[in-house]
């Protein structure tokens, strides 16, 4: 039988000019219970925050003034619940930890996620630090 040979060659990138999507980082955020929750194109702390809870906001879809983010949500539908606000009531749709049930965030419209224009991620909620308690986390208490 005759013997084969191969060669192969290893290409490096090291003097290649990055490109747009290595350029784009994702963030990653884990609940405080160690389950992973959220994968995200930028940090959440350079997102608005919400005046009325200080919950940080993610655009679910694109207007004309802004483009919307690209993120994933791992978590479960809660029940709905209605909170009391200067001048009226809102209706919240509440996501919990798929593992320890923790409120992450909410939407103003009915579960799926994305279905509304905004989701909002509920101060303390998350952290990039799996198993670390985020800061501020416990300022409440």
């Given amino acids: ?22 350029a784009a980082a994702l963030r990653v955020y884990y609940c405080i219970c160690g389950e992973f929750i959220l994968v995200i194109d930028t940090n959440l702390s350079a997102l608005p925050r919400r005046q009325s809870d200080q919950s940080t906001i993610i655009r679910c879809r694109e207007s004309d003034t802004a483009a919307a983010r ?5 978590a479960t539908s809660g029940d709905p ?5 200067n001048g009226g009531h809102e209706r919240q749709y509440r996501f919990l930890c ?15 996620v994305k279905s509304g224009p905004f989701l909002y991620i509920l101060p303390g909620a998350l952290t990039q630090m799996q198993g670390q308690l985020p800061q501020g986390a416990l300022d409440d208490e």
């Fill in 1 to 22: 039988m005759p013997k084969v040979v191969s060669r192969s060659a290893v290409s490096s990138s090291t003097d290649a000019q990055p490109t747009a999507s290595s």
């Fill in 81 to 85: 619940i209605l909170i009391e606000r």
């Fill in 98 to 112: 798929p593992r320890c049930t923790l409120p992450i965030g909410y939407q103003s419209t009915p579960p799926p």
């Fill in 70 to 74: 690209v993120f994933k949500l791992n």
